[in-house]
Nanobody
Framework: QVQLVESGGGLVQAGGSLRLSCTASTNGFRLYVMGWYRQAPGKQRELVASLTSGDKTTYVDSVKGRFTISRDNAKNTCDLQMNSLKPDDTAVYYC?????????????WGQGTQVTVSS
């Protein structure tokens, strides 16, 4: 129903920056939340940042002040600007989105993009 495609991952040294981008094919659904999760080896997937269609943002404490999420509702895109990267930020980053279908909230996920931060 909703397809998400990420780009922008890669290898960067500690202190560097990366920008992740996500483009959604919505098939007419309105995405009321878009955002990013990440999963490091041996750890659970965690929310990094999310942004509602009403511009409410949420960040995990460990990225506050370093990461910035933005979205373009008209283009159905969502970006994550990551600055001052740390080795602990190394993970696979997944774009996610939520829409309503028949009254229920439906989660969609991208395929993931690897971010590796070297010390």
């Amino acid at each position: 129903q909703v397809q998400l495609v990420e780009s922008g991952g890669g290898l960067v040294q500690a202190g560097g920056s990366l920008r992740l981008s996500c483009t959604a094919s919505t098939n007419g659904f309105r995405l009321y939340v878009m955002g990013w999760y990440r999963q490091a080896p041996g750890k659970q997937r965690e929310l990094v940042a999310s942004l509602t269609s009403g511009d409410k943002t949420t960040y995990v404490d460990s990225v506050k002040g370093r990461f910035t999420i933005s979205r373009d509702n008209a283009k159905n895109t969502c970006d994550l600007q990551m600055n001052s990267l740390k080795p602990d930020d190394t993970a696979v980053y997944y774009c996610h989105a939520r829409h309503l279908s028949e009254g229920e909230s439906v989660f969609s996920w991208g395929q993931g993009t690897q971010v590796t931060v070297s010390s």
